[in-house]
């Protein structure tokens, strides 16, 4: 089997559970057999369709091993470390994991240059924002 590619692997839904037989079966007290579930977790992808959540993970790992992109991974993993929601390195892991696979990680540069259209337009929208501003204090202080 070839290893995929990190934009076969982009996330393009949600991820499900599914409820799904062991094979083993239990019998309640009045004699009625019961199949015995398990939960698995689900990942929609974009060029492998539905796989489970652990495939993922280990698919993604040799994706990015064969891409050659780990330091891109050790740089988004530093990033994530700062968010607040993400409690072990385990989360943190898998959170920069998703952010690789979908790309999210091209929006967190902050410090890019703005053009004159988008600077002119900041200035405007913070300007209205402290004139407005202004005339709240003042009419609170009856001026």
């Not at 934009?7 to 799904?20: H, I, K, P, Q, Y």
């Not at 990033?79 to 390195?89: E, F, I, S, V």
């Not at 405007?124 to 609170?140: D, L, S």
Request: aromatic share 8%; net charge positive.
């Amino acid at each position: 089997m070839s290893i995929p590619t990190i934009a076969d692997l982009r996330w393009t839904g949600a991820e499900s559970c599914r409820a799904v037989p062991t094979g083993k079966y239990t019998t309640n007290r009045n004699g009625s057999r019961k199949a015995v579930t398990t939960y698995v977790h689900y990942a929609r992808t974009a060029g492998l369709g539905e796989i489970t959540v652990d495939e993922w993970y280990s698919l993604m790992a040799q994706a990015i091993e064969a891409e050659g992109k780990q330091e891109l991974l050790e740089k988004i993993k530093a990033h994530c470390r700062k968010l607040a929601w993400l409690n072990d390195d385990r989360e943190v892991t898998e959170y920069a994991l998703k952010c690789l696979s979908s790309g999210a990680y091209r929006a967190w540069n902050r410090n890019k240059k703005l053009t004159g259209q988008q600077a002119g337009k900041l200035k405007r929208i913070r300007e209205r924002r402290n004139e407005g501003n202004n005339k709240a204090h003042f009419r609170m202080i009856g001026v």
